[in-house]
């Protein structure tokens, strides 16, 4: 099988320095693309340069919402000169109202700035939401949008808001973290998502899938403490055919048809 990581973070050192070994185990078991998001500016280098050793990196640059106040007066340049020199896609961005003393109209302007300059170009962007879902729904209908889709991250937002936001373009991202038994909510939401619309991720080295579904353990060896390496996705998978009742092959079918279609540009064929 194919296999399609939507959304991870590649370039964290809490994966280790051996970035060689980790996309050779995910390689063996058969990840063949993986969207490497960037956060800040201090971290867009990282992700490029991953993108230019291993042509399973899809690059995404962007600023999340919990890193905004760090950003610097030209960072807008910063980040339209880094997608001239590598195509990428933009993310992630998004609303954080978790996070303490979280700074709305900082976050919002940002978003709003990245959001139009991915409609502009037609990039697929990554989205971060937390605690923000209805002025997240606000903001996306009433600005420019690229043609091709957007990526909601791990979405928590109610069921009831998957048909609006898939009319604005959206594609929802299931991690392995939902498998755990209290995260029945959000299992119940994924189930009603379009199947021309469903994605899946591991957000490495975030988000660990409970322990006994854990494929390739892995300890961050500055703390100790273990990660998610990115060759658990296959993991994610198997949860993710459990959840829709449908055999792995058939999901990964379906995620392979609907990856390549809102990051068509990344693909050498149309």
């Known amino acids: 099988m194919r296999l399609y990581d939507a959304h991870n973070h590649l370039q964290d050192s809490r994966l280790g320095r051996d970035v060689e070994a980790l996309i050779a185990i995910a390689r063996a078991e058969g990840v063949v693309r993986m969207v490497v998001n960037g956060s800040c500016e201090e971290d867009w280098p990282a992700v490029l340069a991953l993108a230019r050793r291993f042509p399973e990196v899809i690059p995404s640059l962007g600023y999340h919402p919990w890193y905004v106040q760090e950003r610097t007066a030209n960072w807008r340049e910063v980040l339209t000169r880094m997608v001239d020199e590598v ?17 709305l109209p900082a976050q919002e302007e940002v978003f709003i700035w990245q959001l139009r300059f991915a409609a502009e170009r037609d990039l697929p962007v990554s989205i971060h939401c937390l605690q923000a879902w209805g002025r997240m729904f606000e903001l996306l209908r009433e600005n420019p949008r690229p043609a091709c889709g957007f990526l909601l991250h791990s979405f928590g937002a109610p069921r009831e808001m998957i048909e609006p936001l898939a009319k604005l373009g959206a594609y929802f991202s299931l991690p392995g973290y939902f498998a755990h038994a209290r995260k029945e909510r959000q299992r119940e939401t994924f189930r009603h998502v379009p199947p021309e619309r469903l994605l899946i991720e591991t957000d490495a080295p975030d988000q660990l899938l409970p322990e006994e579904r854990i494929r390739h353990p892995l300890i961050d060896p500055a703390t100790g403490k ?21 055999s792995v092959e058939s999901v990964a079918v379906r995620v392979e048809q609907n990856f390549q279609r809102l990051f068509r540009r990344f693909f050498d064929t149309p």
Do not use: K, M, T
């Open 226 to 246: 273990s990660v998610n390496h990115p060759a658990n996705l296959r993991a994610v998978y198997d949860f993710a055919a459990e959840l829709l009742g449908d």
């Open 87 to 103: 195509p990428s896609a933009v993310g992630e961005i998004g609303l954080d109202r978790w996070i303490e003393n979280y700074d």
